[in-house]
């Protein structure tokens, strides 16, 4: 009575589908000078009520223009509160001290980029190197001359140095060489927003905005961003102000100027990021955000119609006016580069949503409700596919799969003879002998091969109609 049971997982995350694709989560990381007083990240908010006291007026309209949402508000804000940062930071190597041991010429020596450390070996020895108080990264040369010849040679890669914990060095060092060492001066990136990223990590969310975000560090949120997604399996994305990351992942909001009617406010790009994201999660899977009208918004940069097209092909979301509303642009990502398996529909914000809302749903049922719990049988995979074929069932009901199309998983017919093949099992010519049906009953050790295809429905955007008269 077992098997059922994945069944009725699948169709509990395709009843629940449409209610979670109206209420998306954001992550956001607010900085603020009272972040002292807030030691309980992530701050969970269902609604603006939720808002903890201490934070500064800005950084409160920040989370208020997150909850405005479009047809619904965000599920649910996590809000981790950060110390003020100055976008990211380079470093120089850290400093660092050299010791040699008894009998060799010179002592304990400190060394950075404008210092050498230089002796004559009176036997062959292991330096060793530690911080002086200063950790960071670093590079190290070694110079080694002797009568015939001189020799430099480098440790290559960065060396990660903390403070108090030493690291050896063996030099090909031997009796009366004259050596010297010294460090590289080179810079080191680092990310201001590192320690909470890790804990985003392992946190649900969909969207992450940092509304005080520096230039320098939007390519560091990308960058991890895009890590997640290819890397982690984690499906999730960010709003970010001005930057091409040609990524699905990415939405890259442009606008330099918005005024609100609130106070008659004005909002750079990075400031506007909050209200982008709130829009996007409070847009249900069955429509888009294409066209969702601003009511608080008096003035935006204006654009010409060839302007606003190129921007929409490079990439861009942004507010403009049709003369009586200010409205989103065409809800599309940064991603342009189209490439084979990955075309025109990564380019849209509803898409990619129903996209990573799909894989999750399945990912996180198989991965709960059946790894490791059944034998790989025939049969048992065969009522996995059943499973996954009534959830696309339930999402074409609900809308969000088209329904006139046979959205359907079904045993991977190529991919299990590759694997047969590779292991030696079968050979090609076996194999092309077999139908379909006696391949998918084959033995593939612990490897279950299945392929899916879908369709799934995009927002009415484009009209033509023609009027004869």
């Not at 994305?237 to 939405?251: F, M, Q, T, Y």
């Not at 921007?311 to 599309?332: C, D, H, P, W, Y």
Request: aromatic fraction near 8%; charged fraction near 25%; hydrophobic fraction near 35%.
């Amino acid at each position: 009575m077992g098997m059922p049971s994945i069944s009725i997982a699948f169709k509990e995350k395709a009843v629940t589908a449409i209610t979670r694709s109206q209420r998306g989560i954001i992550a956001c990381i607010i900085e603020d000078e009272n972040y002292a007083a807030f030691l309980d990240n992530p701050y969970i908010m269902y609604d603006i009520n939720d808002l903890p006291d201490g934070l500064s007026v800005k950084n409160q309209k920040q989370v208020e223009l997150m909850f405005k949402g479009y047809q619904t508000a965000p599920s649910k804000i996590l809000m981790f509160v950060s110390e003020p940062v100055a976008g990211t930071t380079q470093t120089t190597p850290a400093k660092a001290t050299v010791s040699a041991p008894e009998g060799v010429d010179k002592g304990t020596v400190s060394i950075h980029e404008d210092s050498l450390y230089t002796g004559i070996v009176g036997k062959s020895i292991v330096i060793t190197i530690t911080t002086a108080g200063e950790a960071g990264t670093a590079k190290f040369k070694w110079k080694v001359n002797d009568e015939k010849n001189s020799e430099e040679i480098s440790t290559g890669e960065n060396i990660k140095l903390i403070d108090g914990v030493a690291v050896d060095f063996s030099g090909n060092f031997t009796a009366n060489d004259v050596y010297t060492i010294s460090c590289v001066p080179e810079t080191v990136t680092l990310n201001p927003y590192k320690e909470i990223l890790d804990k985003l990590e392992h946190e649900r969310f969909d969207y992450l905005v940092i509304p005080a975000i520096e230039d320098d560090d939007k390519s560091v949120i990308a960058t991890w961003i895009k890590s997640m997604r290819s890397v982690s399996d984690k499906m999730i994305k960010a709003v970010l102000p001005n930057i091409a990351a040609d990524s699905e992942g990415i939405v890259n909001f442009t606008n330099t100027m918005i005024k609100t009617s609130e106070s008659e406010e004005t909002f750079t790009t990075k400031d506007y990021c909050s209200r982008i994201a709130g829009i996007i999660c409070g847009t249900p899977m069955t429509i888009s955000c294409t066209y969702a009208p601003l009511a608080e918004v008096i003035d935006c940069d204006k654009y010409s119609k060839e302007e606003m097209d190129n921007k929409v092909n490079a990439g861009e979301l942004f507010i403009f006016t049709n003369g009586k509303q200010f409205r989103i642009s065409r809800g599309v990502n940064s991603f342009i580069t189209t490439v084979q398996d990955k075309g025109e529909s990564f380019k849209k914000i509803k898409k990619v949503d129903a996209m990573d809302m799909i894989h999750d749903d399945i990912r996180d049922t198989i991965d709960e409700s059946y790894i490791g719990k059944y034998s790989n049988s025939y049969n048992n995979k065969c009522l996995l596919i059943t499973a996954i074929n009534g959830y696309f069932y339930g999402l074409a009901n609900d809308g969000i799969l088209n329904p006139d199309y046979d959205n359907r998983a079904d045993f991977n017919i190529t991919k299990i003879k590759e694997y047969l093949m590779s292991r030696g099992y079968y050979t090609k010519e076996e194999l092309s002998q077999m139908k379909d049906v006696e391949i998918a009953k084959l033995d593939t050790d612990d490897k279950v091969f299945l392929l899916a295809n879908i369709k799934i429905l995009d927002a009415m955007e484009d009209v033509s109609l023609e009027i004869n008269i």
